[in-house]
């Protein structure tokens, strides 16, 4: 895949929508691509956060506990929350066909974070509307 078309598939990632060209190619020297087969475990509930992921290609199931709780596909992205604060995970992610990720490791992102703090800033208002959306929805 081309730098052009990572960088186009970022931008499109709703946590990186705000961010500026420069800003995107602040993230991007950090990004490496990864293939996963299916039923491989990206990331697996309760474990230390090790990577961001943005899925480029293939479909991936979200579990808590038992329980299938969403469907990821080419553009959607897991281990956001994760990446920044390094608590647990909250899901187990796993590949339910052969998957190809455009990847971070925590440990370079919150480096990112702190370096950039335009890009903290934008991805900390992104988070803020997903936290209101999220309080509305509860309410109702």
Not at 60 to 71: D, E, F, L, S
């Amino acid at each position: 895949m081309t730098k052009a078309k990572e960088l186009e598939l970022l931008k499109g990632v709703s946590l990186f929508e705000e961010l500026s060209r420069k800003e995107l190619n602040a993230v991007h020297q950090w990004v490496r691509q990864e293939r996963f087969p299916q039923g491989h475990v990206l990331v697996q509930e309760g474990a230390p956060s090790q990577t961001f992921y943005v899925l480029t290609s293939g479909t991936a199931k979200v579990k808590r506990g038992n329980r299938t709780i969403r469907m990821l596909g080419p553009g959607d992205y897991l281990g956001e929350i994760a990446a920044i604060d390094r608590q647990p995970r909250s899901a187990t992610v796993i590949a339910d066909t052969p998957v190809e990720v455009l990847a971070i490791p925590a440990s370079y992102f919150r480096p990112l974070l702190l370096e950039h703090p335009t890009i903290a800033y934008k991805i900390i208002l992104v988070l803020c509307r997903r936290l209101r959306a999220a309080e509305r929805n509860s309410l109702l």
